[in-house]
């Protein structure tokens, strides 16, 4: 007698797939919405791969209504998706546009009518630019207008919309945004990036105060986590593994559950780091009703005092699979880092709210098909890590592939496709990719394929 394998994931376990605004929606300017910071930043000269914006993207502002049809066929038990600050205050703050709404209103309805439930991110990387002239993150007010945009989209769609996020991955937004430059709005000021991190952090804490008084449904909050592991035992490169580790993993929790930045993070920016109020972290560390974490890769660690701010840098290890960004694959620093959130912040409801990986997978000259093995091994052993981090006692709720379409990697362009569809860019006809049937079906058995 044959017995079936047991499935570790609970039976109303979340699984989706996840998108943000400007990555997939083009016309970021339509219906009377404004210019946000990358609209501003892929316009400029040399900013971009191939001068690539966010013009047209994925059409999904037309194409909405194909696309939850598709997410429908697929089997998608939720879907997570942000909505344009810029589309419902053109100028930042101030003047509702109503056509802003109604966009979203439309989806809202239509992922109703699919039985697939939204998950909905407030601030996914796209401030409008009206806010970036008047200093934008690095400007205390921004914690107000932030909750401004948040409670009218709150009181807007509360009823359709159980579970919230405030910002994505505050880590990329001050890293790529102040310190390195690499993203919108493109600084370079270690004395701005603590900055910039204390008013994410303030923004995040106003929104959650205004949802605690309009909203009657879930809202946590969603953080990128890479584990950091020594590239040798010696007391060079364990310090700069400890460094690497406060800076990334523990610089936006520990302010979230704990109330404090990590002593780390506070000397490696050394006289960089501002004073800060201690009434701030009241709010911002009010509680949550769950936490995302966004999981591609892991980070193996050596000591290199050519770096700003850790001191630290990457080591690429050999014989290992790698993504078109060059990225690692390494399953098991998904269990890893799920374990050591529920240990070190307590056993609060986890979802991996993004996890994905970008390949070359062009579709068959022959049939048009795209058949993409290394994502479906990438999808299928991250998932097995999942499982792992239930069986080890995480309080795992669901599961987001990043991302439902190929679409717009931010500096980056069109060059890199994180889909389980395929866009064809000319003409943009969706293929469902392997990897997009295989999560289907893996779906359909909770996790056993
Ligand atoms: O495309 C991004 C997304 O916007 C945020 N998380 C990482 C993804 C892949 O780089």
């Not at 083009?26 to 914006?53: K, Q, V």
């Not at 400007?139 to 769609?157: H, I, K, L």
């Not at 290394?374 to 991250?382: D, G, K, P, S």
């Amino acid at each position: 007698m044959s017995t079936k394998p047991k499935t570790p994931f609970p039976p109303d376990f979340l699984w989706g797939a996840a998108t943000a605004s400007y990555q997939i929606e083009g016309s970021p300017l339509a219906d009377g919405a404004g210019p946000g910071i990358w609209h501003r930043f892929s316009h400029t000269p040399g900013r971009t791969s191939n001068g690539d914006s966010g013009d047209i993207a994925c059409d999904h502002y037309h194409r909405f209504r194909d696309d939850v049809a598709l997410m429908r066929d697929l089997g998608l038990r939720a879907y997570r998706f942000g909505i344009a600050w810029t589309r419902i205050y053109p100028e930042g703050k101030g003047r509702v546009n109503q056509a802003g709404l109604d966009f979203y209103r439309r989806l809202l309805d239509e992922l109703h009518a699919a039985g697939i439930q939204p998950l909905v991110t407030l601030y996914h990387w796209d401030l409008p630019a009206a806010l970036d002239d008047l200093g934008g993150w690095l400007n205390r007010d921004v914690a107000s207008w932030f909750a401004e945009y948040a409670t009218t989209v709150y009181r807007a769609f509360d009823d359709r919309v159980p579970m919230w996020v405030t910002l994505n991955e505050p880590w990329v937004v001050t890293d790529g945004g102040y310190l390195h430059g690499v993203l919108a709005p493109g600084h370079r000021n270690h004395f701005e990036a603590p900055i910039a991190t204390h008013n994410l952090m303030r923004a995040h804490g106003a929104a959650l105060a205004a949802y605690r008084a309009v909203g009657k449904n879930q809202i946590g909050t969603v953080v990128n986590l890479e584990p950091k592991y020594p590239a040798s035992q010696s007391d060079e490169d364990l310090a700069a593994t400890r460094r690497s580790h406060a800076y990334m993993n523990e610089q936006y929790l520990d302010p979230l559950f704990r109330g404090s930045y990590p002593d780390e993070v506070v000397k490696m920016f050394g006289e960089a780091w501002p004073k800060l109020p201690s009434s701030d972290f009241d709010s911002i560390r009010q509680p949550i009703d769950f936490l995302g974490i966004n999981y591609y890769k892991r980070s193996v660690v050596r000591n290199d005092p050519q770096q700003v701010i850790e001191r630290a840098s990457h080591v690429p290890q050999p014989d290992a699979i790698r993504t078109t960004l060059d990225w690692e694959l390494y399953p098991a620093g998904l269990t890893d880092i799920l374990v050591w959130v529920k240990e070190r912040y307590g056993d609060l409801p986890l979802y991996v709210t993004e996890n994905g990986a970008a390949f070359y997978d062009p579709p068959s000259a022959v049939d048009g098909a795209v058949d993409d093995p290394l994502r479906v091994h990438y999808l299928q052993t991250h998932i097995a890590a999942v499982g792992e981090a239930i069986r080890r006692g995480v309080n795992m709720r669901g599961y987001f592939v990043w991302s439902l379409l190929d679409n717009y990697e931010w500096s980056h362009g069109y060059s890199k496709r994180f889909g389980i569809v395929h866009v064809d860019y000319a003409t943009q006809k969706r293929t469902i990719k392997s990897s997009g049937r295989w999560y289907g079906e893996m779906i359909r058995g909770n996790g056993i394929r």
